[in-house]
């Protein structure tokens, strides 16, 4: 069950909304506020992963822990393994 929860709107954007709902793209309101603020927070989840990547390609102890897996793969026979 949800929370309810309160928020002041441009009136354009909430009259968008409606336009949406009306038009049967979303069963409700609630349905596409919450739908638009989990799309808003996956973007921002994805961004701070990127940073977190990019962050990482320039960290050198991940970088030669990187290099040490490589080196340790290296001469690896997946044929063996089969």
């Known amino acids: 069950m949800g929370k309810k929860a309160t928020y002041v709107l441009d009136e354009s954007t909430l009259d968008q909304v409606k336009e ?8 409700s309101m609630n349905a596409f506020v919450e739908t638009a ?5 996956e973007k921002i989840r994805k961004e701070q992963l990127q ?3 990019l962050e990482a390609g ?18 690896a026979d997946f044929e063996e393994i089969r």
């Open 37 to 41: 603020i989990k799309d808003e927070l």
């Open 58 to 75: 320039q960290d050198p102890l991940f970088l030669a822990d990187i290099k040490d897996v490589e080196n340790d793969f290296h001469y």
């Open 51 to 53: 940073e977190a990547i």
């Open 20 to 27: 949406v709902v009306e038009k049967g793209f979303y069963r």
